[in-house]
């Protein structure tokens, strides 16, 4: 195996034609005869790039519509061939099968054609066959050949081969393949999971996943751990897909936080009402709706002002003037929102150091991961909704299964509309918070929430000790699961909850129902539950 190998041969044959030009023409300049197939060919020789056709090095025509053009011996022989065994030299020259020692592919977009929701045999069509053959034989033969998947690295390979007189080195030619394995399996896992959505098949016999880099990480969750972000072909807009209008770079816990207050404020319809979410350690210190984002940011603020310094804020609207008022002279690590009023941009853009992200609305639906040792779990996301019902003063919205008209009155009398409205905005604000949570809320306000505990009661405990009496005498409270006994509503109950919303479902059912009549509170029970660690 030698370290530095001279390109006397490239096959060029890309989708995506950024940085093409310049690098056929750095090719031709050192003397390296090109080979390409297609659109590449075309753009090479119209820009005066000397090529040859693939067809016409095999003397193979390409068929079947183009699907068969480089899977033919004088194509993958020329690059699996080793240089190192005489008798892969002879069968070469013997078959008359040129070396080839530069592949430059990258596949057709089939995750951009799914993206742009393509129908099923469009979708079929953007599958590279030829692509990813080649790339896997020239990273496998990376001894002798050098394989480019991505136009980023066009760079560095013209500097490998400007360094070294027209060759490039062991070292280069080794990350160049790795990365190539990478790309195929990215590629791959792509397919493989859009089959498996459009057959409805939640439980694969073999699962992949794949993404891009979209930056290393200073570090993880602690500054000795290492980190990346990645960005998945899932077509779901989220944290991954925002663009940063300011700021420093996002830290790991950062985007987990992000992340997490956005999915959070998606729960609400911006036709209906403004909303914002507080969140800190990706559990909510605050989240409300108002008439304006400014009422529900100070809202959802007044529910733990203490714990959302150094929060992340979301909101399902633009945002104002007004609100950017608010929010800046507390500490503030993130703000993701829609889209920003020019003015409070230039509010907001006083402090340096906070982060500012568009991003239009996350998508409902797909499919999350969790890695575990040896394994990974996954889970179709949450997506049944608790939908606020038309009332004389507010506009209906679109159900997801979950909705109050499929709720179950067990005890006390029916919420009036108010009420109802105070029910399901806590209902849908429990779905975020992790571990045994309990969330009381008040006039479309989260008011007090416990969360992290390992058991009800000591979340129950939390959640009326951070409302305090005032905030607690009258609020309604949600519990994301059953309530194993009655001594969880029992404390929301004293601290003078007045209506409570849970799954239901425990053997003890009964003890919680019979406490609540018998102290005139409204318990609903939903049927699902909204449990989360």
Not at 30 to 38: N, Q
Not at 77 to 100: F, K
Not at 289 to 301: D, F, H, N, P, V
Not at 454 to 469: E, H, P, Q, Y
């Amino acid at each position: 195996m030698s370290d530095v190998l001279p390109i006397r041969r490239a096959l060029l044959s890309v989708s995506d034609k950024t940085g093409l030009l310049e690098f056929g023409r750095f090719l031709a300049a050192k003397g390296v005869e090109i080979l390409s197939t297609g659109g590449t060919a075309k753009a090479l020789r119209d820009a005066g790039v000397p090529v040859k056709d693939v067809s016409d090095h095999t003397g193979f025509p390409e068929i079947l519509d183009g699907r068969v053009k480089t899977l033919v011996p004088q194509v993958h022989g020329g690059i699996l061939g080793r240089r190192d065994l005489a008798e892969h030299l002879a069968q070469m020259e013997r078959h008359a099968i040129a070396p080839i020692d530069l592949v430059a592919v990258n596949l057709y977009p089939f995750e951009a054609t799914v993206a742009k929701g393509a129908d099923f045999d469009d979708c079929i069509e953007n599958i590279d066959i030829g692509g990813p053959a080649m790339i896997r034989a020239a990273a496998k033969n990376h001894a002798d050949v050098a394989v480019v998947v991505d136009a980023g690295d066009y760079a560095a390979v013209l500097a490998d081969l400007d360094t070294h007189d027209g060759a490039t080195t062991l070292t280069l030619r080794q990350k160049l393949a790795a990365k190539a394995y990478a790309r195929t399996a990215a590629y791959d896992a792509a397919i493989s999971n859009w089959f498996a959505a459009t057959l409805k098949d939640d439980a694969p016999t073999y699962r992949a996943f794949g993404g891009r880099l979209a930056e290393a990480l200073r570090y993880g969750e602690n500054p000795h751990q290492s980190a990346a972000f990645y960005r998945t072909p899932n077509q779901r807009f989220g944290v991954a897909t925002a663009t940063q209008l300011q700021g420093k770079q996002l830290s790991y816990n950062n985007i987990n936080d992000t992340d997490a207050a956005f999915e959070l404020v998606g729960e609400f319809d911006p036709v209906r009402t403004a909303a914002v979410a507080i969140i800190k350690h990706a559990n909510p210190c605050g989240v409300a709706e108002g008439g304006s984002l400014r009422e529900a940011y100070e809202k959802a603020l007044a529910c733990d002002p203490v714990s959302a310094f150094g929060g992340v804020i979301a909101t399902n609207r633009e945002v104002t003037a007004a609100m950017a008022e608010t929010v800046k002279d507390i500490f503030t690590e993130v703000v993701v929102a829609p889209a920003y009023e020019p003015a409070a941009l230039e509010i907001l853009s006083a402090k340096k150091n906070i982060r500012l992200l568009e991003c239009d609305p996350p998508t409902r639906g797909g499919v999350e991961t969790r890695s575990i040792a040896g394994g990974l779990l996954m889970q179709r996301r949450d997506t049944l909704d608790a939908v606020v019902p038309a009332m004389p003063d507010d506009k209906p919205t679109a159900g997801h299964g979950d909705d109050f008209a499929s709720w179950t009155l067990v005890a006390g009398e029916a919420a009036d509309a108010a009420t109802a409205r105070d029910l399901q905005f806590a209902w849908r604000a429990v779905r975020a918070t992790k571990s045994n949570a309990i969330l009381l809320a008040r006039d479309g306000a989260s008011v007090g929430v416990g969360m992290g505990q390992v058991n009800r009661v000591d979340s129950c405990k939390l959640a009326v000790a951070r409302a305090g009496a005032e905030r607690a005498t009258g609020a309604v409270a949600s519990s994301d699961a059953f309530f194993p006994f009655s001594d969880g509503p029992q404390i929301l109950i004293d601290a003078g909850v007045r209506a409570i919303v849970t799954p239901g479902g425990s053997i003890r059912d009964d003890e919680t129902i019979e406490l609540c009549r018998a102290r005139g509170v409204t318990l609903y029970f939903t049927g699902t539950r909204h449990f989360a660690h």
